[in-house]
């Protein structure tokens, strides 16, 4: 990117959190300045760049400017009508039936946040970044959240003192993917940064009163390293005492840098029964925090892991305890259920309907307690 690119017009970058679904994206870098994380694919072979400031306002004059007309047909009276609404989308360009349908879908979700887009926005310089928010805040000043990923190395090089400017300008969320506390774990996947600088930054964001989300990543140390992936990670989200914990299981598609390592030996990947232990060994080992566990991912074995630490430790333990407590059998059926969606939760196993489909799924694919993990990661690989 060059100072005197021109505008292309409003962008879209490629993925959000789940949390921020009803989230307006504002995109103001282009994928990810890193990149070299071996279990991501999301940005791999696309070149990392700074959306101009200038560039940005104008991508929120044209959400404006939408949700203006929008807004219009809204309040008439009778509320207007579908064929209303479709007769405002622009006929080209693209990006401007992008902003249209961005706008639209946002209003329509009650404009209460926006996500910033892509892997890093805090790698733009504060001032910069302050200039966005503050504009962003002047166009739409009912805003409650304004939310970005970030990564640990780049919060831990800015100033406290410009990371309370940061949340005085708007920025109230963060979402860090630490993955792992464990140094190992970490320089093996190549994540380009260390436990205690995960625990730096994640201490910095709470200083300056930005609500903090943490992802933990199970199975991310594979086989050799499992336990290390648990405890490590532990101690680290405990020194930190993040607002939310949120877990993404780990999956391998041939596309991932790690799948080659798979390929190798150098990593050798467990399955849904060793990551529900180390779940596990990481919640029994979180303690004096008041974080809230989050499992909002399709990748996750047990989404219903959801609660407040400390008060719901019971019931968020209770599910992986019990799965863990079930025969081998019954374990295959669940987890064969959960990877291809007939089964939502543990309960689901006592519904007849759908414990007869998985029993089905299991015959047909040959499914036993030996070739469970077999099945389950080439399940989870389609899902990446």
């Known amino acids: ?62 959400i404006r400017h939408h949700v203006s007309a929008i807004e219009d047909i809204i309040n008439r009276p009778g509320g207007g009508n579908r064929q209303d609404l479709l007769a405002l989308q622009p006929e080209q360009p693209e990006s401007e039936q992008l902003a249209f349908h961005s706008a639209l879908n946002w209003v ?8 910033l887009q892509d892997a890093n926005s805090l790698v733009i310089k504060p001032d910069r970044l302050v200039e966005i928010l503050l504009y962003l805040r002047q166009a739409f000043p009912d805003i409650e959240r304004i939310t970005s990923y970030a990564r640990s190395h780049s919060i831990a090089r800015i100033s406290d003192a410009d990371m309370a400017r940061l949340a005085a ?41 930005i609500e903090l989300s943490e992802y933990f990543m199970p199975g991310l140390g594979g086989d050799r390293c499992s336990r290390e992936n648990a405890l ?3 101690d680290a989200l405990n020194r930190i005492n993040p607002d939310f914990i949120r877990i993404r299981t780990l999956a391998i598609s041939p596309r991932l840098d790690l799948y080659q390592d798979c390929q190798e030996g150098t990593f050798r990947q467990i399955g849904d029964i060793r990551m529900a232990e180390e779940l596990l060994l990481l919640l029994d080992n979180l303690r004096g ?20 630490l400390p008060d719901d430790r019971e019931r968020l333990t209770a599910p992986l305890r019990r799965f ?20 939502a939760n543990l309960s689901d196993l006592n519904d007849p309907l759908r414990r007869g489909q998985v029993e089905t799924l299991c ?22």
């Open 1 to 62: 990117m060059t100072a005197m690119e021109d505008y292309r017009g409003y962008e879209l970058g490629p993925i959000r959190p789940p949390s921020e679904a009803m989230s307006l994206l504002l995109r103001v870098t282009r994928n990810c300045p890193w990149n070299k994380c071996t279990f991501c694919g999301v940005y791999k072979r696309k070149p990392f760049s700074l959306r101009p400031v200038a560039h940005v306002k104008q991508d929120i004059d044209r």
């Open 169 to 209: 300008a708007g920025l109230n969320r963060i979402h860090i993917g630490m993955e792992s506390g464990a140094d190992e774990v970490l320089e093996l996947v190549k994540k380009g940064v260390d436990k205690e600088t995960q625990i730096v930054a994640g201490q910095k964001v709470k200083r300056a009163g």
């Open 324 to 343: 863990l407590a079930l025969p081998p059998e019954e374990q295959v059926l669940y987890v064969v259920g959960r990877r291809t969606g007939v089964l």
């Open 108 to 115: 329509r979700s009650g404009m209460k946040s926006v996500f």
């Open 363 to 384: 015959a047909e694919n040959n499914v036993t307690p030996e070739t469970l993990d077999a099945f389950t990661a080439r399940a989870m690989a389609r899902m990446v």
């Open 289 to 308: 925090i008041t974080s809230r566990i989050k499992s909002d991912h399709m990748l996750n074995l047990f989404q219903e892991v959801d609660g407040q």
């Open 232 to 234: 490590e990670t532990a």
